[in-house]
């Protein structure tokens, strides 16, 4: 099956720490993105891991991969206002075409709150 | 944004007419991608290419038409506008599918009336 689920929204405090979680079903998923939407504007890659890792970190993100239990989740350090967006997590399956389509959660809507 | 250029930004047009979205690319990517986007939904494909004219139908392709007759563009087509294809329309692209290179456009937001 093809479905990536997220919760969809999410409010945190400025400076605390925000946690993202994502499912997803397909084990053939050889990346897994988040991207952030900011109103009005396009999807931004954020980040990415390559399903055959476990953690990715890359400045206050940090991506951790759990791929016994189809679990992403991207993490936040020192959340800003800033960091207010919608972010999707998306997968994709080896090969062109639309093998190597992206398959889109709902997205998580962020609030920080100052 | 990788030189990814969608035309019009926004645009407003009545049931039952034709409409066509432009996707334009200045770095030679071989993957096209066409995404809706609409509340609840998330992003779903509509039709992707892979090639200079060849294309092939994503999840959600009824009622779309696309062409793609040079490597810079890409064109999705509305044969006949309804009011459920209200959404806002994003090109993606990429060299190669399955990497981490996907590049989104700004977005066209559609409206039919």
């Known amino acids: 099956g093809e479905d990536v689920e997220q919760s969809l929204f999410l409010s945190v405090r400025e400076g605390d720490s925000s946690v993202i979680n994502c499912t997803y079903t397909d084990s053939s998923s050889t990346y897994l993105y988040w991207y952030k939407q900011e109103p009005g504007a396009g999807l931004q890659l954020l980040t990415y891991i390559f399903s055959n890792m476990d953690m990715k970190q890359d400045q206050r993100l940090t991506v951790l991969l759990n791929k016994k239990d189809k679990h992403l989740s991207l993490r936040i350090a020192d959340t800003q206002t800033g960091d207010s967006a919608i972010y999707f997590c998306a997968e994709s399956k080896p090969g062109g075409g639309s093998q190597g389509n992206l398959i889109f959660g709902k997205g998580t809507k962020l609030s920080v709150k100052p | 944004d990788a030189g990814i250029t969608q035309s019009p930004r926004h645009k407003v047009t009545e049931t039952g007419t034709p409409v066509t979205l432009r996707c334009h690319q200045t770095e030679n990517h071989r993957y096209m991608y066409w995404y809706r986007q609409d509340p609840g939904h998330g992003l779903r494909l509509i039709h992707y290419s892979y090639g200079v004219k060849d294309t092939d139908k994503g999840e959600v392709s009824d009622g779309y038409s696309v062409s793609r007759s040079k490597t810079e563009d890409f064109l999705l087509t509305l044969e006949s506008a309804t009011s459920s294809q209200t959404s806002v329309y994003f090109c993606?692209?990429?060299?190669?599918?399955?990497?981490?290179?996907?590049?989104f456009g700004s977005g066209t937001r559609l409206t039919v009336v």
């Open positions: 993606a692209v990429t060299w190669q599918a399955d990497n981490y290179g996907y590049t």
